[in-house]
């Protein structure tokens, strides 16, 4: 059976699922996502961001969020922040459950993904950041065609420790061609 893939906009149901992913997960995988564990938010601190970023505009977003569905389940999201509206914004990429991960339905979910972010935010360019030791998410960038552009030490975000990070860049022009 093949499965059916699909991404849409977070809804309110989704953000339970959200907050379940995040403090459901054991240190070993967060710690492989780049997470410093003592910067987890609350489950009442994410509920309070997410449903902020649902009943934002676009152009006053300070993050964005498709959920990814197989088979019309939610399996995954990726989301945006560090938006500058009408030019850039940095993209996450998360598959929930261990099942679904490595089966090959992340390239294609970003590919579906890549209309919203660029379409809905005005972007000119979208970058990714991914901890340089997480294999999976450099390896779909790549396949996608996003270009490399250094590896460097940072803290790529508000839940993670410094690490180094491998910078990808996916521009408007490029996004056209890849959809």
Excluded at 55 to 72: D, L
Excluded at 104 to 111: A, N
Aim: hydrophobic letters at 35%.
């Amino acid at each position: 059976m093949k499965n059916n893939l699909s991404v849409r906009e977070i809804q309110e149901k989704d953000v339970a699922s959200i907050i379940n992913y995040w403090h459901d997960a054991d240190d070993e995988f967060l710690i492989n996502l780049g997470v410093e564990i003592n910067k987890m938010p609350s489950r009442k601190e994410w509920q309070s961001m997410l449903l902020e970023q649902i009943s934002q505009p676009y152009g006053n977003k300070k993050s964005y969020c498709i959920i990814w569905e197989v088979n019309a389940i939610p399996v995954g999201h990726s989301n945006v922040n560090k938006i500058i509206f009408g030019r850039e914004a940095y993209m996450h990429l998360h598959l929930w459950n261990k099942e679904i991960r490595r089966l090959g339905h992340g390239t294609e979910l970003v590919k579906m993904t890549l209309p919203y972010f660029f379409e809905n935010l005005k972007l000119k360019q979208l970058y990714c950041e991914p901890y340089a030791l997480n294999t999976s998410p450099n390896k779909t960038l790549e396949k996608i065609g996003f270009d490399f552009v250094k590896e460097y030490i940072t803290i790529p975000g508000f839940l993670n420790f410094e690490q180094k990070v491998n910078l990808w860049q996916l521009s408007y022009k490029k996004y056209k061609k890849i959809i």
